[in-house]
């Protein structure tokens, strides 16, 4: 680990920090625009693409991807991912303050759990092999990837299938755009985790360097998880609260990234007892705080955004 610890903490925080900010000013962006139809993925885009207040935001999650891909690069899956989740904070603070959001009481105690999940997990690093994983099988990485995109398409869609395109969503479509973007985003955030090791082994040679990119799978594994999952996110913020979208999406994703990239990737869980407990409680409680947020959310409490259905896409 040549940069050290708290240089990988300090990146992993720009990331994070870059990122949520990002999201915060895309959902601000997407409130002043028509209702999304992501059956038109096309027309999507270009719309999206050509808002400056949704493009800037996109630019800041650009940079938080950036800094993610470095920092995996010479860091573990389990010292960069509570810190990267940690962001959880900032999106309920700025959802409240920007965007004027507020949660009923029973959202407002899950989403505290999940911060406090996240606490659990940023302090069980530590105690771990200092080495950051870089050689995963391919065999064993497509066992665990196509399932997972395949969970995430069903869930993530689910509030699609359940009503027509342009109507208010149901209370609990936060809750499964969140689960299925989550995993989405883990896919790709080992897709990234695999492009770092790409980095680590051509790092010498900016030919070799560009041509390994180009040439490998996680790149185009990367970029058909991404779109996906950032069309899907892109409704999800518009037709629901970012305070509920952005922990779920974001606990889920962590989750995943941190479970299955310490495995594949033969990264080592903490020795200490007491670390390992933390982190083995978080994980767990984490999972139950999903549960409950997907079963307290009040039916007549909506968690939407609405958008103006008068403009919607045809």
């Known amino acids: 680990m040549s940069a050290g610890p708290f240089a990988g903490i300090g990146l992993a925080l720009v990331a994070t920090i870059s990122y949520n900010i990002g999201l915060i000013l895309e959902k601000r962006a997407l409130g002043r625009m028509p209702a999304l139809d992501i059956r038109h993925a096309i027309r999507v885009l270009f719309s999206l693409f050509a808002n400056a207040g949704w493009l800037g935001g996109f ?4 940079t938080g991807l950036a800094c993610q891909t470095i920092v995996l690069s010479f860091e573990p899956v389990s010292l960069v991912q509570p810190v990267l989740a940690s962001g959880i904070a900032l ?3 700025l959802s409240r303050v920007v965007l004027r959001e507020r949660l009923g009481s029973a959202e407002s105690w899950c989403v505290a759990a999940m911060a406090v999940c996240v606490v659990l997990l940023a302090l069980s690093t530590g105690g771990t092999s200092s080495q950051a994983g870089h050689d995963v099988r391919g065999i064993a990485m497509t066992a665990v990837v196509v399932p997972s995109l395949l969970a995430g398409l069903v869930i993530a869609t689910k509030p699609l299938r359940s009503r027509p395109f342009g109507r208010h969503r149901a209370p609990v479509s936060g809750i499964c755009y969140g689960l299925g973007t989550g995993l989405l985003y883990g896919v790709a955030s080992l897709a990234i985790k695999g492009l770092s090791g ?3 082994h051509n790092r010498h040679s900016a030919g ?3 041509t390994g990119l180009a040439t490998s799978p996680y ?3 990367f970029g058909g998880c991404a779109v996906t999952a950032m069309l899907l996110f892109q409704v999800a913020l518009q037709s629901c609260r ?3 979208v952005v922990p779920v999406s974001s606990v889920t994703s962590t989750l995943y990234f941190l479970v299955v990239g ?3 990737f033969h990264e080592h869980l903490p020795a200490s007892p007491d670390k390992l407990g933390l982190r083995l409680t978080g994980i767990a409680a984490a999972g139950l705080v999903l549960v409950a947020l997907a079963r307290q959310v009040p039916s007549g409490s909506p968690d939407y955004t609405p958008a103006p259905r008068s403009e919607s896409w045809r």
Do not use: C, G, Q, R
């Not at 630019?59 to 650009?62: G, S, T």
């Open 262 to 264: 310490t495995w594949l």
């Open 59 to 62: 630019a800041l999650m650009l």
């Open 208 to 210: 070799l360097l560009a």
């Open 242 to 244: 970012a305070s509920i």
């Open 198 to 200: 790409v980095v680590v």
């Open 91 to 93: 999106v309920i603070v």
């Open 219 to 221: 790149l185009y594994l």
